[in-house]
């Protein structure tokens, strides 16, 4: 029984290090080292992913067959390599099928071989025998870019390992969001959890998603950002902004004046190094096309973030038109399991109106583990007090607390007068964000914020 296509591997391999960066996207996205069997494929695909993670940059096709790392025999296979990349963006998925087929069948046969030996023993435990089996039909029958895991308890126990790293792990859970009016009672947000933005046009969402994913660099989590609205470039003005306290609108235009450019310059560096030193990076993906909730994440995936940052679900390819609803639930639900199955944070911003409504169903509201609203003043001046009310915070303390913008630099800092809120669990109503608020809070109240 053939049990892999040493073309298609190479086919993949080939079009991953290609300059067809669309086409070389999908294949790498869709694919896992599950993937590939020929060892000269593998070995190159496992060297593609650990050059990533490292570099940020999938390598050239030169590049990995001269790295170091290759041993010279799988060196000498890549160099006799004719094949060409793919440049054909639709013909991508197919290759990844005729790889992911492949997959099935020695997931299959592994299971045929389980099965074959057991049944040769003197005593066999069938039920647990058919556990197995059905354990390995499931990994057969997931996609290679999932993930399915089955943790048991007691009979068939494979569960020691979680207890063990639950326990006495040292990487932490909770990933802190920098603002103790959050993190003193909660600790930050929890790993595998999809957590959502909202404020109404204007009033600073995009300035605390760049605080965000600033301050969860600065405790060495690896973060990216997808700017839809803005360019990289602005991204990085509002960067600069919160690093120096200068004016975002003076960097955005160059009018900083050659003693600002140089404490910007040094300010820079210094986070540069920071962020060299605790081996964490802050990206900006910025798509140059429409791009949907998938594109998105599988794009990322390769690239083990930490913490990944939508702005915003409504500019995503596929929300818009009739049951605009059903259509964010839907991204909702895959960016939850994206999450989940990563063992990342993903945010999502949201649009409100000035009242703090937006058109989603309760189900939205509870595919989140944690939604925050901003809300405020809307006079315009330099420093705005914001209030941040807890729609969800399942396992948490749902409290309202105070923060602080400054709409020059878009530095946003605690507010500590404003307070961390009390623990009240947010179900009283808030004037301040209208009827919907109090909508939401009393679906909470009724299903309980432990619902998973």
């Not at 909660?186 to 046009?201: D, E, H, K, Y």
Request: hydrophobic share 35%; with cysteine.
């Amino acid at each position: 029984m053939k049990l892999l296509s040493i073309p298609a591997e190479i086919k993949a391999i080939r079009t991953i290090c290609s300059d067809f960066e669309k086409v070389s996207g999908v294949v790498l996205a869709s694919t896992d080292e599950h993937s590939f069997h020929y060892p000269p494929a593998r070995e190159a695909y496992k060297l593609v992913r650990k050059t990533m993670y490292e570099s940020g940059e999938v390598p050239s096709w030169t590049e990995l067959i001269a790295s170091p790392a290759l041993s010279e025999q799988i060196r000498k296979v890549l160099r006799g390599v004719k094949d060409t990349p793919m440049t054909d963006a639709k013909k991508a998925p197919g290759l990844v099928r005729t790889l992911d087929k492949y997959r099935k069948l020695r997931s299959l046969l592994e299971v045929a071989e389980t099965i074959s030996n057991s049944i040769e023993d003197d005593k066999v435990d069938v039920d647990e025998l058919l556990d197995q089996a059905s354990e390995g039909l499931a990994k057969a029958r997931v996609n290679s870019h999932a993930q399915a895991k089955i943790t048991h308890f007691g009979k068939g126990n494979n569960s020691s390992a979680l207890i063990k790293s639950l326990l006495y792990g040292t990487r932490k859970p909770f990933i802190p969001t920098g603002y103790k009016g959050f993190d003193r009672k909660n600790g930050g947000i929890l790993r595998g959890s999809l957590f959502m933005v909202g404020a109404p046009t204007g009033f600073g969402k995009t300035a605390l998603a760049t605080n965000l994913l600033k301050n969860m660099t600065d405790v060495g989590e690896d973060c990216a950002i997808v700017p839809l609205e803005m360019t990289g470039e602005q991204q990085t003005a509002r960067i600069q902004g919160i690093l120096t306290g200068q004016s975002v609108n003076k960097i955005t235009q160059q009018a900083l004046t050659p003693e600002e450019k140089k404490e910007a310059t040094a300010a820079y560096r210094d986070w540069i190094v920071g962020l060299k030193q605790n081996n964490t990076r802050f990206s900006i993906y910025e798509p140059d096309e429409d791009v949907d909730i998938a594109d998105v994440l599988l794009t990322l995936k390769p690239y083990k973030f930490d913490v990944v940052l939508i702005d915003y679900i409504s500019l995503l390819k596929g929300v818009q038109g009739d049951d605009q609803w059903k259509k964010l639930l839907e991204v909702t639900r895959y960016a939850k399991m994206f999450a989940k199955n990563n063992d990342c944070v993903v945010i999502l911003l949201f649009q409100t109106t000035k009242e703090g409504a937006i058109a989603f169903s309760k189900n939205m509201a509870n595919d989140c583990n944690n939604m925050w609203v901003l809300s405020g003043p809307t006079e315009e001046m330099e420093i705005i007090p914001m209030t941040v009310t807890q729609l969800k915070a399942r396992n948490q303390s749902r409290h309202s607390f105070g923060l602080l913008n400054n709409t020059v630099s878009m530095l946003i800092t605690d507010d500590d007068e404003g307070g961390g809120g009390d623990d009240s669990g947010g179900d009283e109503d808030d004037d301040s964000q209208g009827n919907y608020l109090k909508d939401v809070n009393e679906d909470n109240a009724d299903e309980g914020d432990d619902d998973d």
